[in-house]
């Protein structure tokens, strides 16, 4: 089986993108994994700090090992949006595929000493164990969590987004190995409408950095945004609040209709195969398949 890199790097060249999908729990892994087994296409599962603290570091790496080793299957762990070197060295030790440390809200200089710490340290890691740890940092204002809301959040604009010149300066710094810029995307989903990707951005960072970029944020854009991003040079898009709301409203709308049962695996089969049939959309949409 290829490497996580290898997998993202082929998608570069076939001109495609990896899905990245959050999980709070087991039934959000179920749903996700089947959805790419069913595609036969790889998977990257993510938790942020406040997911893997809810199910737990060690539990997470176990979880996803097992299912790699079992099916031979390119499923991947991602520990997404850690704020600190503290938390991403957690995800690194307790044996995380990859860790993105987002630092946008410190000066750009202190962003590029922590990150840089947080990429010799992985790279310290993965040589002493043998494995790949890939190191991926956030750039620019893109919001904060996944979550519905009402309007655009303040600073996320045309004119805050990530330039080449900041880009390249930011990955020649720090050598991390994935980049997520500001293109106009925007973490969780925008009641009136999420704000529309700039492709022609995406491009120009690219050429700029020349390493795998990152689309954080992807909940509610436009299929075709999608599309252009994706030609221009995204290799991975992350969805979480899609999950969330799929699974959220399902759930509500089972115990509904199962006022009397408390039986779990009885009345969670339903937001089971709503994040399913979400995931299959996505990757559907990403690989390029009709």
């Given at each position: 089986?290829?490497?996580?890199?290898?997998?993202?790097?082929?998608?570069?060249?076939?001109g495609?993108?990896?899905?990245?999908?959050?999980?709070?729990?087991?039934?959000?892994?179920?749903?996700?994994y089947?959805?790419?087994?069913k595609?036969n296409?790889?998977?990257i599962?993510g938790?942020?700090?406040g997911e893997?603290?809810?199910?737990?570091?060690?539990?997470?790496?176990?979880?996803?090992?097992?299912?790699?080793a079992?099916?031979?299957?390119?499923?991947?762990?991602?520990a997404d949006?850690?704020y600190?070197?503290?938390?991403?060295?957690?995800?690194?030790d307790?044996?995380f595929?990859s860790?993105?440390?987002d630092l946008?809200?410190?000066?750009?200089?202190?962003?590029?000493?922590?990150?840089?710490?947080?990429?010799?340290?992985?790279?310290?890691?993965a040589?002493?164990?043998?494995?790949?740890?890939?190191?991926?940092?956030e750039?620019?204002?893109?919001?904060v969590?996944?979550?519905?809301l009402?309007k655009?959040?303040?600073?996320?604009?045309?004119?805050?987004?990530?330039t080449p010149?900041?880009?390249?300066?930011f990955?020649?710094?720090t050598?991390?190995?994935l980049?997520?810029?500001?293109?106009?995307?925007?973490?969780?989903?925008?009641?009136?409408?999420?704000?529309?990707?700039?492709?022609?951005?995406?491009?120009?960072?690219?050429e700029?950095t020349?390493i795998?970029?990152?689309?954080?944020?992807?909940?509610?854009?436009?299929?075709e945004?999608?599309?252009?991003?994706i030609?221009?040079?995204?290799?991975?898009?992350h969805?979480n609040?899609?999950?969330r709301?799929?699974?959220?409203s399902?759930?509500?709308?089972?115990?509904?209709?199962?006022?009397e049962?408390?039986?779990?695996?009885?009345?969670?089969?339903?937001?089971?195969?709503a994040?399913q049939?979400?995931?299959?959309a996505?990757?559907?949409l990403?690989s390029?398949?009709?």
């Open positions: 089986m290829k490497t996580y890199k290898e997998y993202v790097l082929e998608a570069d060249e076939k495609i993108a990896i899905g990245h999908f959050n999980i709070s729990n087991l039934e959000q892994l179920h749903a996700i089947n959805a790419a087994k595609l296409v790889p998977i599962i938790l942020a700090e893997a603290k809810f199910v737990g570091l060690t539990e997470a790496v176990a979880l996803i090992r097992a299912l790699r079992r099916d031979n299957y390119p499923i991947f762990l991602n949006h850690h600190s070197f503290e938390a991403a060295k957690a995800a690194i307790a044996g595929d860790v993105v440390i946008v809200k410190l000066p750009l200089e202190e962003n590029i000493k922590i990150t840089k710490q947080c990429v010799e340290y992985a790279r310290e890691v040589k002493k164990e043998n494995r790949e740890i890939l190191v991926e940092a750039l620019g204002f893109i919001g969590g996944s979550n519905i009402e655009i959040p303040d600073g996320v604009s045309e004119a805050t987004m990530t010149e900041d880009a390249k300066r990955v020649d710094s050598g991390v190995d980049l997520a810029p500001s293109i106009g995307n925007v973490h969780g989903m925008v009641k009136s409408g999420n704000p529309r990707l700039h492709p022609e951005r995406v491009k120009a960072i690219r700029a020349g795998p970029l990152v689309l954080h944020g992807g909940s509610g854009s436009m299929d945004d999608f599309i252009g991003c030609k221009a040079g995204i290799d991975i898009i969805i609040t899609e999950i709301v799929a699974f959220t399902a759930l509500r709308k089972s115990l509904a209709n199962l006022p049962e408390i039986t779990p695996y009885k009345y969670l089969p339903p937001a089971v195969e994040v049939a979400v995931v299959e996505r990757l559907k990403f390029g398949m009709k």
